[in-house]
């Protein structure tokens, strides 16, 4: 099958490290996958067997996901965003896929929506229709009105055919974050929990009993690394490493610097190598991000999260509540988060020491491409 999965990240990298996992597990199935990528570049990630098509990037401003930016900063006029919806139309037209992956919409991305539709229009319009898929995580940010879920479902019974959720129904259902009707319930195909293979520790044990500190591929979690440098001086007996994402690292790391002078610190940009650090480390610091979430579950790493909730967000936060029933799992809020509450619950759970390794559950980028292909198939 020609596969094609479109993916739009605007804050951090998330939304396409997980498109990627996806695109790699088709390939690896013998598949041809082609993701079509409209955010920022983000070289840290494993594209291995997928085709990447660049859109003109867009990243959202800070948390306002209605303020849509270029990669120069500046305001995405209604030219820029119809240059991306023509790139999208000439792509599904080009590659004419048997099966088109959106991530996110039309449960988020409301303000791509035009470029969303124009696509699916265009792909509707092939020779042969593709089966068309939604591509949802365990928890979403819920429609802050009602009728967003309703223009969601009218989304879907127009143009899809199922929705995969990356989720264990079991731990996590859609219920949680978002309304399901009658008619999304018998539409929705929970594949488990989307993740690369559990990492193996580090060749050069980069990572060793240090506290790895993470904030993901974007420009955020600043208060995390200040939090970090301050909780440093407290713990000076472990190595601290806070790794940097976002276009901005470089500068933020200089910053940074300036704090954690005769700190045991080491600041440097997020790695690819990051996932194989994870077993070694002493403890994680970090949000509650789906990826993040599976890394640390998959090398039983103790952990401090810290949710992502600016701007309203409450996806992480959810999250986080059901990891912290977990050994080894400790949660601070970015209201209570200091280099004091910070030290402590660093301290916490290096007590308790290593939770085992979770070893089931993580198969959902194989058990999607397993979904699509009977839905192909059974179109055929």
Known sequence: MKVMIVVTHLLGTGHLS???????????????????????????????????????????????????????????????????ATALVQAVQNLQPDVLITELFPFGRRSLRDEFLAMLAAAHSLPARPVILGSVRDILAPPSKPLKAVQADEIISRF???????????????????????????????????APDAPAPHPQTVGENEILVSAGGGSVGQPIFLAAIEAARMIPDKRWRILVGGQDAATRISNLAELAVECPVILEPVRPDFRQMLPLA????????????????????????????????????LRAKYLAGLPAFEVVSSADLNGKSLANAVRVVLARGRRSPALEGFDGAKRSVEIATEIYEAGQ
């Open 160 to 194: 899809y055919d199922g929705v995969l959720v990356h989720s264990d129904p079991q731990i996590a259902p859609l219920e949680i974050s978002w309304p399901v009707s009658e008619a999304l319930a018998s539409r929705l195909h929970y594949t488990g929990f989307v």
């Open 282 to 317: 002493a403890a994680s610091v970090s949000m509650c991000g789906y990826n993040t979430a599976m890394d640390l579950l998959q090398t039983g790493t103790p952990s401090v999260l810290v949710p992502f909730d600016d701007g309203k967000e409450v996806e992480q936060t």
């Open 18 to 84: 997980r498109a990627l996992t996806l695109g790699r597990a088709f390939a690896d199935a013998g598949h041809k996958v082609t993701a079509v990528s409209g955010g920022m570049p983000a070289p840290q990630l494993n594209c291995s067997g997928v085709s990447v098509i660049s859109l003109p990037p867009l990243r959202s401003d800070g948390t306002n996901f209605t303020r849509l930016l270029t990669a120069d900063g500046e305001s995405a006029d209604a030219d820029y965003l119809q240059s991306r």
